[in-house]
């Protein structure tokens, strides 16, 4: 769990809710150790076992730190046991085929068959993400399993108005900033959508960030684009709690949390087609067809619009949510611990 590191990452995030859930399971037979970086020892509580990460562990795991089974948990990993110790791998997303060229991207290409060599168990956190790995690794769908990830958005009292959000209605667009992410072309969208604001909240690349500031000039919507930067978790609540709806053109998934934490508050989600987000959001989701600033919000006008002359969609949304937690999770790796560790 070296990701931990970064606790309020995506990976930090997968570590911290994977590693709760599992100990909240009534897993007598297991028993698990941490390996964590030194100023995280004690995030699972006083009376768990850890083991403090160090960069010379990249050479050699430790004998004393032995396991019956050993969980990367996630595909950058260069943490490994002993070639006797069967490891579960979890596949996040294979986005370095795209962010990368050249010699770096057969590097990363190499290592990640090396990994997929080197696993007793794959999983991946959605069908997409599979899909890739038979694509591009000639895996087929008896070579790994799907675990979803789960929701863990914490939930506050009172219906408060969020720090970052203005009087007027608002869309909301959260995740770490990045070109990925695809943030930027919600400022010309906002241009045919005069009556809203839009709150694009999340830690921030800053040459990405003057892109959308640059974009939010140009048509004319910087008054109405708010960049709330990282945020608290209760600041993250009450923005998906007072927002219209969630603005979420990613063009790369592996899973796409904030689709399942807006649901999960009966909130309208309006994404790309791309990566898993079809997968998640399903048949309740709205999707871009492209990226053209009038379609795109005339997709979210008429959207939002049927989404409240339905009565039942928000209890629909917050179904489809429960579909994707992290107790399911936890159950799913416990299984596979036990298979490949013969317990």
């Not at 990993?77 to 010699?103: C, E, M, Q, W």
Request: aromatic content about 10%; hydrophobic content about 40%.
């Amino acid at each position: 769990m070296e990701k931990t590191q970064s606790l309020n990452t995506g990976l930090g995030m997968f570590c911290f809710h994977l590693g709760q859930a599992l100990l909240k399971q009534e897993n007598s037979d297991l028993a698990y150790s941490f390996f964590l970086p030194e100023n995280r020892i004690g995030l699972f509580g006083k009376d768990q076992q850890y083991w403090v990460q160090h960069a010379w562990h990249k050479l050699k795991i430790p004998s004393k730190m032995a396991s019956d089974v050993w969980h990367c948990m996630h595909q950058d990993s260069a943490y490994f046991p002993n070639k006797r110790t069967p490891i579960v791998l979890t596949v996040h997303d294979l986005n370095f085929l795209s962010r990368y060229s050249g010699l770096r991207l057969q590097y990363r290409k190499d290592k990640m068959a090396r990994m997929l060599d080197r696993s007793s168990a794959i999983v991946c956190i959605s069908r997409q993400t599979g899909k890739d790995l038979e694509e591009n690794y000639g895996l087929k769908p008896a070579d790994y399993q799907v675990i979803y990830n789960g929701n863990a958005l914490q939930n506050f009292a009172g219906n408060v108005r969020a720090k970052s959000q203005k009087q007027r209605p608002f869309l909301l667009n959260i995740g770490i900033l990045s070109p990925r992410k695809n943030a930027h072309v919600l400022c010309g969208m906002m241009a045919f959508l005069p009556d809203w604001d839009l709150v694009i909240a999340g830690p921030t690349h800053s040459s990405y960030t003057s892109i959308i500031l640059e974009e939010a000039i140009k048509w004319k919507v910087q008054d109405r684009v708010i960049l709330a930067g990282e945020v608290s978790e209760e600041e993250k609540y009450r923005l998906y709690q007072n927002m219209e709806g969630l603005v979420f053109p990613s063009l790369a998934e592996g899973f796409g949390l904030p689709v399942v934490e807006a649901m999960s508050l009966g909130k309208s989600v309006f994404l790309s087609k791309m990566g898993s987000l079809p997968e998640i959001g399903g048949e309740l989701a709205h999707y871009f067809p492209n990226f053209e600033p009038a379609e795109m919000a005339e997709i979210v006008s008429r959207g939002l619009k049927n989404d409240r002359l339905y009565s039942g969609m928000k209890e629909q949304l917050i179904a489809r949510s429960g579909l994707f937690s992290w107790d399911n999770a936890a159950r799913g790796y416990a299984d596979i611990y036990r298979s490949l560790g013969h317990l």
